[in-house]
């Protein structure tokens, strides 16, 4: 090799080096914000979870299966078979909140109805704002009418604010409010009640008249229960119930639920 292929040789070395250190960096660079991104989701799911824990025992509120191990879930509102047709703004998880005050009261409805061979099934407990939130702005797109046959047909979708059914704020977001029914555990199946859970219309109302004796008589089975141990009912919702001294009557919180 001659002096001039050898200079040949060294420039084209250098060269190739220097594109290949180029093209390290550019894969750490390119390496590098993946793996950011990656923890800075790990640390916002941690914090978020972290924060909804703290959040809810910070004030006292219990997972309700926690305290009541015999109660059957439905969290209607993590699912898309209720009202609006898709799953509600925090609900993150299908479980229940609930304040120890309220969760204990159930415990003590739970015990009582299984003496007469009945379960407790939950569709829905404390309730986020953001949730209620999402209730509104849903109610105000008059066109959506994607689950109206299934839970409201005869009233117009404008009347469900107009006429209370949808609210800005709700009492379930307080912590000590609950929607439930009966479970027949002779039967394996949820008691008759006459109209199902969240049918928005008067057919719901506790003492609706239009409903057989059988239907009323399984309303009062539940209602009574709830009454015996510190929840009151209200006028429009046999499944609905509020526990009277509830802890925070005027507390809306907003942590979600997951
Ligand atoms: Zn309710």
């Given at each position: 090799?001659?002096?001039?292929?050898?200079?040949?040789?060294?420039?084209?070395?250098?060269?190739?080096?220097?594109?290949?250190?180029?093209?390290?960096?550019?894969?750490?660079?390119?390496?590098?914000?993946?793996?950011?991104?990656?923890?800075?989701?790990?640390?916002?799911?941690?914090t978020t979870a972290d924060t909804t824990?703290?959040?809810?025992?910070?004030?006292?509120?219990?997972?309700?299966?926690?305290?009541?191990?015999?109660?059957?879930?439905?969290?209607?509102?993590?699912?898309?078979?209720?009202?609006?047709?898709?799953?509600?703004?925090?609900?993150?998880?299908?479980?229940?909140?609930?304040?120890?005050?309220?969760?204990?009261?159930?415990?003590?409805?739970?015990?009582?109805?299984?003496?007469?061979?009945?379960?407790?099934?939950?569709?829905?407990?404390?309730?986020?704002?953001?949730?209620?939130?999402?209730?509104?702005?849903?109610?105000?797109?008059?066109?959506?009418?994607?689950?109206?046959?299934?839970?409201?047909?005869?009233?117009?979708?404008?009347?469900?604010?107009?006429?209370?059914?949808?609210?800005?704020?709700?009492?379930?977001?307080?912590?000590?409010?609950?929607?439930?029914?009966?479970?027949?555990?002779?039967?394996?199946?949820?008691?008759?009640?006459?109209?199902?859970?969240?049918?928005?219309?008067?057919?719901?109302?506790?003492?609706?008249?239009?409903?057989?004796?059988?239907?009323?008589?399984?309303?009062?089975?539940?209602?009574?229960?709830?009454?015996?141990?510190?929840?009151?009912?209200?006028?429009?919702?046999?499944?609905?119930?509020?526990?009277?001294?509830?802890?925070?009557?005027?507390?809306?919180?907003?942590?979600?639920?997951?």
């Amino acid at each position: 090799m001659n002096k001039k292929s050898l200079l040949y040789a060294i420039v084209a070395l250098a060269m190739s080096m220097l594109v290949l250190s180029c093209q390290n960096k550019e894969n750490a660079s390119v390496a590098e914000p993946q793996t950011e991104v990656k923890e800075e989701v790990t640390t916002v799911e941690t914090t978020t979870a972290d924060t909804t824990v703290s959040e809810a025992s910070k004030n006292g509120f219990v997972v309700v299966t926690d305290v009541v191990p015999d109660a059957i879930l439905e969290i209607r509102y993590f699912s898309t078979f209720n009202f609006m047709g898709v799953r509600v703004d925090g609900y993150n998880a299908p479980i229940a909140y609930l304040t120890k005050e309220a969760a204990d009261s159930l415990k003590a409805v739970s015990d009582d109805v299984k003496a007469m061979g009945y379960r407790l099934k939950i569709f829905d407990a404390y309730r986020p704002q953001c949730a209620v939130d999402h209730f509104v702005r849903w109610s105000q797109e008059a066109s959506d009418t994607l689950m109206k046959r299934y839970f409201y047909p005869d009233i117009d979708k404008p009347r469900l604010f107009e006429e209370g059914y949808i609210a800005k704020k709700s009492r379930h977001t307080c912590g000590s409010t609950i929607d439930l029914t009966l479970f027949d555990m002779n039967t394996e199946k949820e008691v008759d009640m006459g109209s199902p859970f969240d049918w928005l219309g008067e057919e719901s109302h506790p003492d609706y008249a239009g409903v057989t004796p059988e239907q009323h008589k399984n309303r009062m089975i539940l209602r009574d229960a709830m009454v015996r141990h510190g929840f009151r009912g209200i006028s429009t919702e046999w499944w609905h119930f509020v526990l009277k001294n509830e802890p925070y009557p005027d507390t809306y919180f907003t942590f979600p639920i997951e």
